[in-house]
């Protein structure tokens, strides 16, 4: 348990301050796994780097441990067999991850949907549809568990009975955002909840840039769903690039804030999104054709909401405008919008210049 106790104090070490595992490295020219965590915390104090009192506030591997066994949560090494093969290869990978859960299979098969905190409904049914269709068909769904897009990936890929990942930001035992613990505890049941981070570190703003390159190292590719110039989905997607990932992004509309970052990444060479199928070419070599077991129905029973199902039945091949079928469905103006993507998205209904909509046959 020596060896393990370390693990745990030098990942303690390099979440806090990256350099100061390179400094121990240089100092004792080993294994780092070979110390005990008194010859470590030794150096460290020496070095004025800590002091005991404060490191335990942040640290406390009596408490870790404890708090390991109790709420069943593993810990895979980077030199551990079961340590993700594709995380493996990335520059700067984690000494161990906290996991709750459990890796599917089939680690190439897996593809990262990440996007904006506060997407609009375009952003969110296409989140939505990207992740259904390819959990549909094997692919393991791996995202931020943020609000916004990454939310709507998780849930969507649990509803189709697929596989995803949640990378987190902060502790197993600190999950971010707070409303999403029950979400968390989903996808563990059936996929898995991962962190580099100590059991209960809080969501400090730091860490999720560094958390973005573990959410690229478990993905084949990572699709970007709406995201402005500055974001972290856009982080992800040069960490992608870094990694030799292949990089995908949804167009979206080009006076949207919101699509600012996407269209940009298309600009520079990212491969344009419309659907699941677009995803999938890129990987045929690994993934085959698509068209397996898992494929999903060609004519799948569509689900709607109440107030979608009520627009559809107003609808014919005599286009209407959006105010009209505001009026007519009795539906505001303001929350429209949402149901005529729904629609669209499900492929009900076509859209023509002017804001017209006509029933697809």
Known sequence: MEGYDTLLLLNAVSVKEPSLLRQLRGKFQKDLSSLSPREILRVLEKKGKIDRKSWREYFDLEKEKKALEKEKIRVIPFHSEEFPALLKEISSPPVLLYVKGEFPPHPW?????????????????????????????????????????DTHAHRSALKAGGKTIAVLGSGLLHPYPVENKPLMDEISASGAAVSEYPLFTPPWRYNFPRRNRIIS???????????????????????????????FAVPGKIDSPLSEGTNQLIQEGAKLVRNWEDVWSEFTHVWGSGKGKNQVDANPVVKLSPEAGKILQLMSDTPLHLDEISRLAEISSHRIYTYIMELAFKEKIKELPGKKFYLKI
């Open 109 to 149: 098969k897996s593809i990262a949907i990440v996007g904006a905190r506060n997407p609009s409904p375009y952003g969110r049914f296409t989140a939505e549809r990207l992740s259904r269709d390819l959990s549909s068909r094997g692919i393991t769904i791996v995202s931020g568990m943020a609000r916004g897009i």
């Open 217 to 247: 190292g478990l993905s084949a590719g990572v699709v970007v769903v709406e995201a402005r110039r500055r974001s972290g989905a856009l982080i992800t997607a040069a960490l992608s690039l870094e990694q030799g990932r292949e990089i």
